[in-house]
């Protein structure tokens, strides 16, 4: 097996320090070894690309403490900078990502198996998503750039940061949901202790002294190790203000239990979701099958987002079956940086095994596999199973099956998908297939009751950023998007004064002085 040149692991990622109160600290003790299911020998195995330290409960905590004291009961330096003054220490981290884009874009490739074009989209997603972030952040101090008067006081009113972030990021989108989470709670003026996610993990490396030079000391904490031994005592310790994960909700729950103060505890979250498509009987068969295709295959159907169940109409569903089938069978799997490859390698060793798992529960209960591809399994990888007809009992009806393996329901009763998404545990999206209005109408104004975004005719997805993402049930506990983050990681905080001369001129000093971050009426351009 040849590999080009440029995505060749040439030397391994041995990450020997962890970034803790603003210095990078050498770790000489227990240590993880990181591997890639992709294999760069021709005989399968997977390849070792390098190793993270092991920290553990003394580690956590004082990277903990590194964060509390950067907030210092709102006294630190970074809670009470300008707003200009944070944007700049934003501008000058991400200056310094994009000269790591070629090194972050190769260890997506080999550490979680995403295809070259969606690498490089990741990579460059989470630039512009700062960018974004930095120009909404401008807009929102210009916004409060001003007194208000009512009932004879007056108010400065602003959003405040709400204190120290445990940030937890998913394996699928390592960096942009990360940043999606890190970016707009440091901005606001939190300070935050960040713990990769198992795969996806030493393509941070790159990056980490960036966060060390542009940021002051103790604002960003990063640390390694397994999520029970170092995110758990962080919990329990009572001291973090804002749990921001995006993941399994049981993870969520856990961790959120742990904490002694819960009503203390703020919480961002993005989910899990099952996610399904309705494909009506008027619907555009080329255009379903097509957006169907993408909704529940890319990136191996390993998305929060992705299309986790269809439910296609009985008077067309065996057209629909014929047709889809015959093009998930024609997608091209290979390695990331293979050109047209669709497919790649799954990062999880175990996933194929627990893939097989549904598909032999659902044939056991009646489904059939109906694409000739279907399941067909090597070292690591199995290819996207069509299951038809799938039914209630079956697990992969159930569960959220992250991977390969596309369960489709036929119905007649346009009920039936309504009161199955009305009984699941999820709400995130989904996507409706049709064009008669009045069938759509009456359809569109129950589903939004149901989940957060209804998608016409096109597959569901979190982008573009500046649009709401989040969900109800356990798909989410907060919006992200670049306007909706900033005020999920802050606190609208103001400073009142009665309406008369003595406290108008105090008021005017305080303006005129400059002495207070927090009052003042300077406008950003």
Partial sequence: MKIPKQYQINEIVTQNTYLVGGELIPWTGARSKVYSSISSTE????????????????????ALDAAVLAYDKGKGLWPTMKVIDRIACM????????????EVVKLLMWEIGKNLPDSEKEFDRTVDYIYDTIEDYKQ???????????????????????????????????????????????????TSVFKPAKLGVLLLSPLLEAFQNSFPKGVVNIIYGRGRTVATP?????????????????????????HPKSNRLRMVLGLEAKNPAIVLKDADLDLAISECIAGATSFNGQRCTAL?????????????????????????????????AKLTPLPEPDKPAYIQELIDDATRKGAKIINKKGGETTDNYIFPAVLYPVTKDMRVYEEEQFGPVIPVIPFSDIEEPLDDMAESNYG?????????????????????????????????????DVYPFTGRKDSAVATLSVHDALRAFSIRTFVASKDNAYNNAILKDLLNSRASNFMSTDYII
């Avoid at 008077?315 to 069978?329: C, G, H, L, P």
């Fill in 140 to 190: 929102m101090d210009r916004d409060s750039a001003k007194f208000e008067k009512n009932a004879g006081v007056n108010a400065h009113i602003r959003r405040g940061p709400l204190g120290v972030v445990l940030c937890l990021g998913p394996y699928n989108y390592p960096l942009n949901e990360t940043f999606a989470l890190l970016i707009p709670a440091l901005i606001m003026g939190n």
């Fill in 234 to 258: 962080i919990m329990k310790d009572g001291r973090v203000d804002v749990l921001a994960l995006i993941g399994h909700s049981k993870s969520a729950n856990a961790l959120q239990n742990e």
């Fill in 428 to 464: 995130q999206q989904v996507s409706l297939f049709g064009k008669d209005v009045k069938t759509l109408a009456p359809l569109i104004d129950t589903l939004v009751n149901l989940v957060c975004r209804v998608n016409l005719n096109s597959s569901c997805q979190r982008g573009p």
């Fill in 308 to 340: 986790k169940v269809l439910y296609v109409h009985k008077d067309i569903v065996n057209e629909f079956n014929i047709r889809f089938s015959e093009q998930v069978d024609a997608l091209k799997f290979g390695n990331p940086w293979d050109d047209g």
């Fill in 91 to 102: 501008e000058k981290f991400v200056k310094q990502m994009k000269t790591k884009r070629e």
């Fill in 43 to 62: 005989e399968y195995q997977p390849t070792l690309l390098g190793s993270i330290p092991n920290l553990g409960e003394k580690e956590a905590i004082e």
